[in-house]
């Protein structure tokens, strides 16, 4: 498995690149998703790369979509590389470029939100709420911590933003953006996928304070699609620490974030330069919320 330190080139159409994913297209109904090893913090792109990061979210994406299978549709075909190649024989000459951090989808028409599930009262949900007592405009109980645990997970979802942060809306908007039909359903299985991810996760010992999920149709029917799951997309907390009335440790990017405040960083390009030390601690916190969530070492 290799380290990713630049954009991998293949033999295919390149359709974008996102701040971490490359995307290529197989076909009209396939797409290639390599992601690399880059982060973004702030909504900058870092020029250093946290080593194994791509693979870590894309295992831990099929992992979990295997452990879906019966309760949501999803967009993967495959994430092993042997698999690829068989199936996209063009690529045999890149399958070590290729190994642990490439998935093959099926093309998915992805709607325009962000599907976010709160378990937990952190991040700019804390911050809107302590501004305000709300979340998205709309009343919390009082008297919340931060990090308080929610009685009920929350449906909170967002904007897409093309650049720039995301911006939470009321249900009622996102009904208005993709149809009230639709957005019924898209809360329903984000509330569902969440607490089956939520209960097999605490098993494990880590709390999923939040998390958000992309949905798509394929053929008409809605798709699970993008990052499910991982150190990325969701706040990942070590159960055994778990303290509300602060923030908590978490397995992800916190430390890029911790060092950036550290050294009063404006949060605008060009991105300063990363100590290796961070990268590194950073990497590791990958790679053990991949081993605590699945037991297994990345790459075994």
């Not at 702030?42 to 992992?63: N, S, Y």
């Not at 909170?156 to 009321?170: C, F, L, Q």
Request: aromatic residues 8%; neutral net charge; proline residues 6%.
């Amino acid at each position: 498995m290799t380290v990713s330190a630049s954009p991998t080139q293949l033999p295919l159409k390149h359709l974008r690149r996102g701040k971490v994913r490359e995307v290529y297209e197989v076909d009209e109904g396939r797409l290639l998703l390599v992601a690399s090893d880059r982060v973004s913090a702030f909504d900058v792109v870092m020029r250093e790369r946290i080593p194994f990061k791509g693979a870590v979210l894309t295992q831990l994406t099929a992992w979990w979509l295997r452990h879906l299978e019966g309760v949501v549709r999803h967009h993967m075909i495959s994430a092993d590389a042997e698999e690829i190649v068989a199936l996209v024989p063009e690529l045999q000459a890149h399958r070590e470029a290729m190994a642990g951090r490439a998935m093959l989808c099926r093309r998915t028409q992805v709607f325009p939100v962000e599907c976010v599930v709160r378990g937990y009262l952190s991040g700019s949900a804390w911050k809107e709420y302590r501004a305000t007592g709300t979340l998205a405009g709309e009343e919390l109980p009082p008297g919340l911590l931060e990090s308080s645990r929610f009685e009920q997970p929350i449906f909170s979802p967002a904007t897409k933003a093309e650049v720039g942060h995301d911006e939470n809306i009321t249900f009622a908007r996102m009904s208005d953006t993709i149809g009230a039909g639709a957005a019924a359903e898209l809360r329903r299985l984000s509330l569902l996928v969440y607490a089956q991810g939520r209960d097999i996760a605490a098993g494990r010992g880590i709390i999923i304070a939040d998390t958000k999920f992309e949905f798509g149709r394929v053929n008409g029917q809605i798709v699970l699609a993008d990052e499910v799951l991982t150190p990325d997309s969701s706040r990942f907390w070590p159960l055994d620490k778990y303290n509300p009335g602060s923030a908590q440790p978490s397995y992800d990017k916190q430390f890029v974030r911790d060092y950036l405040e550290s050294i009063r960083w404006n949060k605008q390009p060009p991105a300063p330069e990363l100590p290796a030390d961070i990268a590194a601690r950073t990497s590791d916190k990958y790679k053990e919320a991949y081993r605590e969530l699945t037991g297994r070492e990345l790459g075994s």
